[in-house]
T-cell receptor
């Protein structure tokens, strides 16, 4: 079956620094990936997505990089702010389905 | 901004009892989902629903689970006879189109505690 995992369960960064959160996926057939942010007591919130025909996508302060060769996904957050403190999940799905497979999550703590 | 809502926020039940978790998806969305998250573990897909029928379900979604869209606004998840291991956060989500092309919007979740 598919599996998505994260390299680091926790990450602490100083406010203003850049954060990088990593994710490994195992299904080479996955073709759509999303990063979600989950704050305490809330549901996952979409941050940014990327399709398998791309290797980089940028949003506001966030960049997702996809390396299909090693099945690796990363989320870069520029100028991290205290409001970025949350758990971040990557999720993957196949183009043919509606089922998302989530990673375990990385807890990001921003130190003021 | 439209959002997915879920009720109740916390449900406590005895083992063996039936529970119904309720969700109101975003009004113009066509695809609906249930996920669960056991404490400290990853979010797991349960089921997707489109055009009044289940379009996909995971191994977790066994005969104890059922979903229904009883009217034009609600989307429910029923667990017929709850087990201790059903204790988890249950998230409802909705999207306008298929997951591979459309963002899924998640509700705040219902925390189910089975005693």
């Amino acid at each position: 079956g598919e599996s998505v995992g994260l390299h680091l369960p926790t990450l602490s960064v100083q406010e203003g620094d850049n954060s990088i959160i990593n994710c490994a996926y195992s299904n080479s057939a996955s073709d759509y990936f999303i990063w979600y942010k989950q704050e305490s007591g809330k549901g996952p919130q979409f941050i940014i997505d990327i399709r398998s025909n791309m290797d980089k996508r940028q949003g506001q302060r966030v960049t997702v990089l996809l390396n299909k060769t090693v099945k690796h996904l990363s989320l870069q957050i520029a100028a991290t702010q205290p409001g970025d403190s949350a758990v971040y999940f990557c999720a993957e799905t196949l183009n043919t389905g509606n089922q998302f497979y989530f990673g375990t999550g990385t807890s990001l703590t921003v130190i003021p | 901004e439209p959002e997915v809502t879920q009720t109740p926020s916390h449900q406590v039940t005895q083992m063996g009892q039936e529970v119904i978790l309720r969700c109101v998806p975003i009004s113009n969305h066509l695809y609906f989902y249930w996920y669960r998250q056991i404490l400290g573990q990853k979010v797991e897909f349960l089921v997707s629903f489109y055009n009044n029928e289940i379009s996909e379900k995971s191994e977790i979604f066994d005969d104890q689970f059922s979903v229904e869209r009883p009217d034009g606004s609600n989307f429910t998840l029923k667990i017929r006879s709850t087990k201790l291991e059903d204790s988890a956060m249950y998230f409802c989500a909705s999207s306008y189109g298929r997951s591979s092309y459309n963002e899924q919007f998640f509700g705040p979740g219902t925390r189910l505690t089975v005693l």
